[in-house]
């Protein structure tokens, strides 16, 4: 199957400050890149859904100054945390999906962010 | 309103046999999906239904009936790595995944 990577696994950062997070896909063409959030024992919630070289869209409640994302190419896609907050702790996954619409999403790792 | 429900939490013994079920209702249909998750990790696909009957994979089978809004996710011997959480999501009209809550799955000695 579809390898997609995340980076980092895990990251620690101070109230205020940005993190950037990486989702790649290895060895297809994601044309379609979805952010999902997932808090303790919740399920997955998804933030937003970006297209390769266009603007991201994002679901209801997600603040989209808040949550930047980068979709720059058909393997990349990137969403940086800015100005964290200790409620923005979370897990948050990406996955990847190839130019068929019909076709399966596969799911990055996940990166679990805590904010202090 | 676009809704998927499973139950919150199941039960069940090693060896034995569980199923787990999902409802669904949502502006249109292209295919329904159940994925595994460990606690800490992301999901990873088990299964995919997008014509009605039965779907089986070793262990794991999973059924659809698209007039009755209806899938179930069937383990097999279970094993105590089977202890997990199982989603089901439903492929809308606009190809995006709607997703079910999850079943916290608990495999007893």
């Known amino acids: 199957g579809a390898v997609v990577s995340q980076h980092p696994s895990r990251v620690i950062c101070k109230s205020g400050t940005s993190v950037k997070i990486e989702c790649r896909s290895l060895d297809f063409q994601a044309t379609t890149m979805f952010w999902y959030r997932q808090f303790p024992k919740q399920s997955l919630m998804l933030m937003a859904t970006?297209?390769?070289?266009?603007?991201?869209?994002?679901e209801q409640g997600v603040e989209k100054d808040k949550f930047l994302i980068n979709h720059a190419s058909l393997t990349l896609s990137t969403l940086t945390v800015t100005s964290a907050h200790p409620e923005d702790s979370s897990f948050y996954i990406c996955?990847?999906?190839?130019?068929?619409?019909?076709?399966?999403?596969?799911f990055g790792p996940g990166t679990r962010l805590t904010v202090t | 309103g676009q809704n998927i429900d499973q139950p919150t939490e199941m039960t069940a013994t090693e060896g034995a046999i569980v199923q787990i079920n999902c409802t669904y209702q949502?502006?249109?249909?292209?295919?329904l999906f159940w994925y595994q998750q460990h606690a800490g990790e992301a999901p990873t696909f088990l299964s995919y239904n997008v014509l009605d009957g039965l779907e089986e994979k070793g262990r794991f089978s999973s059924f659809l009936s698209r007039s009755k809004g209806y899938s179930y996710l069937l383990l097999k011997e279970l094993q105590m790595k089977d202890s997990a959480s199982y989603l089901c999501a439903v492929r809308d009209s606009n190809y995006q995944l709607i997703w079910g809550a999850g079943t916290k799955l608990i495999i007893k000695p």
């Open positions: 996955s990847a999906r190839g130019q068929a619409d019909w076709g399966e999403q596969y």
């Open positions: 970006s297209n390769e070289g266009s603007k991201a869209t994002y």
């Open positions: 949502t502006s249109g249909f292209n295919g």
